[in-house]
């Protein structure tokens, strides 16, 4: 399994996604895609813009 970041639309790594949008953020988007069991999650956050998570 792999994870994918994408930041307003870029491809990141976890590490640069979690220092743009925060530890929690993230924690919190990945925890969404888990608990809805879907593959894909695209979230907002004000000031920061999008973030793209997605299980290949």
């Known amino acids: 399994m792999e994870i994918t970041y994408k930041t307003n ?3 990141t ?3 640069l996604t ?3 949008f925060g530890k929690k953020f993230v924690a919190r988007a990945e925890a969404m895609l888990t ?3 879907k593959k894909e999650i695209k979230v907002w956050q004000d000031g920061t813009g999008y973030l793209t998570i997605k299980i290949n």
């Open 35 to 37: 608990a809805r069991g």
């Open 18 to 20: 979690e220092w743009y």
């Open 13 to 15: 790594t976890k590490s």
């Open 9 to 11: 639309h870029a491809y």
